[in-house]
């Protein structure tokens, strides 16, 4: 029999927010006694209301703001190969829903029970992300369970995101097993594409944008297209294979270029792609000054806002990004815009791209916004963690 869960008790009138469905719990709302200070950071607990009645199992760390992160369903359950096995399967069961190819992220933390955790899969290849002290410390019950689940020969650890820091974690990139010195293949909507598992951004491929690249895709055909920072060529490639005329690839990495010059390659679209290792905002107004426009314009930069202090920056940021590629559109034409900055809630980022475009002296009218697809699910108690949000604008 395995030993009972030290525990960590709510301060009174605490556990509103938690029996309604929240699944964080924060340092301020617990009763950090000594026996709570004892718990090393990471252990799974039980959670008690003031008066001791339980309310879930949790990982804890006593160093984070978030200090507690409940796991769904699992009051009375080992959080063990059984459970993660069940979460596994029931996200397998979701994605098997609206994907055909496995090609997808797997496990999107809180959303699918799991919080803290990430898995992207490629086919017989997974990327792990452990974003919290707990997760971490589960690290071998989660590789054990993708075993027994889907099999992978290729398993990468990505523990390199700033968050971690935050859990007083350290960052590296580990290959626990099989090999990832080179590229592996993600095949989306039937174009081929390769992703570094290893040395790419984030995990090495953004399933998140799909969306977002099929809805380009389907307005492609014959059209002149500008791809700003283009990263390993995702919408890029997806609008050759659709039918565009020509498109412009501007990254400031050359190690994704290169990947995207073997992807338009691979999928026989190279003569019609211009690849441009530059910075991006130099190359807006270099293009704009020479009068250069397109039938669609795609600007999906990395995250302009990291902290809270960088708020009111990062925001003028898509502003000036929306006022200058407006500059680049041609008369009814498309500028699709995106942010990936979770600091920044839809309506702020929808009113920065508004001042941009009025800034530019465009006019037009929103003819699509989203975010990230299915396999990207939000719990309905952090809306905040639907990071993604995107618009597609006809300009006049």
């Known amino acids: 029999m395995s030993a009972p869960r030290p525990s960590i008790r709510l301060k009174p009138h605490e ?65 063990d190969h059984d459970y993660f096995a069940a979460r596994i399967e029931a996200a397998l069961a979701l994605r098997a829903r609206f994907y055909t190819a496995p ?10 029970g799991v919080p803290g955790l990430i898995v992207d899969r490629f086919a017989d290849a997974v990327v792990v992300q452990a974003n919290t002290a707990g997760i971490d410390r589960l690290t071998d019950a989660v590789i054990a369970t993708l075993d027994r689940t889907i099999a992978p020969v290729t398993i990468v650890l990505r523990n390199d995101s700033p968050i971690r820091s935050l859990e007083g974690l350290g960052v590296a ?40 690249r099929t809805l380009i895709a389907g307005i492609s ?11 390993t060529g995702g919408f890029a490639i997806r609008a050759l294979a659709a039918g565009a005329a020509t498109v412009v690839a501007i990254e400031s990495s050359e190690p994704a270029l290169a990947l995207a010059r073997a992807a338009a390659a691979r999928n026989g679209v190279d003569a019609r792609a ?75 980022f929808a009113s920065e791209v508004r001042m941009g475009l009025a800034a530019a002296k465009r006019t037009g009218r929103i003819v699509a916004h ?27």
């Open 15 to 79: 556990s509103g927010r938690i029996l309604r469905g929240h699944p964080w719990i924060y340092s301020n709302e617990i009763a950090m006694d000594a026996a709570a200070k004892s718990i090393e950071p990471g252990a799974v607990v039980a959670v008690l209301d003031a008066n001791g009645k339980p309310l879930g199992a949790a990982t804890f760390n006593r160093n984070s703001l978030i200090a507690a992160r409940l796991f769904a369903g699992a009051s009375e359950t080992a959080i």
């Open 103 to 112: 090609y997808y992220r797997l496990l999107h933390s809180e959303a699918d």
């Open 173 to 212: 990139v580990t290959v626990a097993r099989g090999h990832a010195d080179a590229p592996v293949a993600v095949d989306e909507e039937g174009v081929a594409f390769a992703a570094d598992l290893a040395g790419g951004q984030k995990t090495g491929w953004f399933f998140d944008q799909r969306p977002g």
């Open 221 to 231: 055909h014959d059209a002149r297209v500008l791809d700003l920072f283009s990263h």
């Open 274 to 348: 211009t690849f441009v290792k530059g910075d991006v905002f130099a190359e807006i107004g270099r293009r704009a000054a020479q009068a250069e426009r397109y039938d669609i314009v795609i600007a999906d930069p990395p995250a302009f806002v990291k902290s809270r202090k960088g708020l009111a920056a990062g925001l003028k940021g898509y502003r000036k990004l929306a006022r200058m590629t407006a500059a680049l559109v041609a008369p009814g034409g498309f500028l699709f815009i995106a942010s990936c900055s979770h600091l920044v809630d839809p309506p702020a």
């Open 370 to 396: 989203g975010g990230a697809g299915p396999d990207h699910p939000v719990h309905p108690h952090l809306p905040e963690s639907a990071y993604l949000k995107w618009q597609l604008v006809q300009l006049d």
